[in-house]
């Protein structure tokens, strides 16, 4: 009986950071790492390379539960976000929200009309921007890279790295560096 006592107990420690994913106002998980911008990406990538970090958005809409699965799975793992905090400057869009973004094209829509814009259809959807870029350009067109989806820690973490790195300006394509990281820790 003490047995499942601690157990239980134990279980409940280990789950407890699953449920402190905060939420905001607009119903989208929040964390430190977030910035809260005017949403013109121009002025978002200008402050992010000042600030020697790459400039990531991410979509999410509430009540996503792949968005939830990545803030309580593989955002909240202190590797992970400690990496994003290093590293990237992130501005949350919200799928179905009304606040004007500013794109790079100089286009003002708001989040909605944007993801609409870019073809965006779901959720969570990160869109890695480059340091520079046209200004006749729109972000979707820009990014260097994208992450439809849901994926593990260690999928996200290697993106995260390889894009931190410019891994696509070389050879090596994110599935075969991907795979490549994978067979180096499954020796270690």
Not at 91 to 100: K, R, S
Not at 158 to 179: I, N
């Amino acid at each position: 009986m003490l047995k499942r006592v601690i157990g239980a107990i134990a279980a409940l420690l280990l789950a407890a950071p699953l449920a402190l994913a905060e939420i905001g106002d607009d119903g989208l998980h929040k964390e430190p790492w977030m910035r809260d911008t005017f949403k013109d990406l121009r002025e978002d990538l200008e402050e992010a390379n000042a600030e020697g970090l790459r400039l990531m958005l991410i979509f999410e809409q509430r009540g996503c539960i792949y968005c939830k699965k990545m803030h309580e799975e593989v955002f909240s793992k202190p590797e992970i976000s400690d990496y994003i905090a290093e590293n990237f400057f992130v501005v949350q869009l919200n799928m179905h929200g009304q606040t004007e973004v500013t794109d790079f094209d100089g286009e003002v829509l708001t989040e909605s009309d944007m993801a609409k814009k870019w073809r965006l259809m779901f959720t969570p959807l990160i869109l890695f921007l480059p340091e520079d870029l046209p200004e006749d350009m729109s972000a979707a067109e820009a990014a260097v890279a994208t992450m439809p989806g849901a994926f593990g820690a260690s999928t996200t973490g290697d993106l995260l790295v390889w894009v931190a790195e410019k891994g696509y300006e070389g050879e090596e394509d994110f599935q075969r560096y991907h795979a490549r990281k994978l067979a180096e820790r499954r020796e270690n």
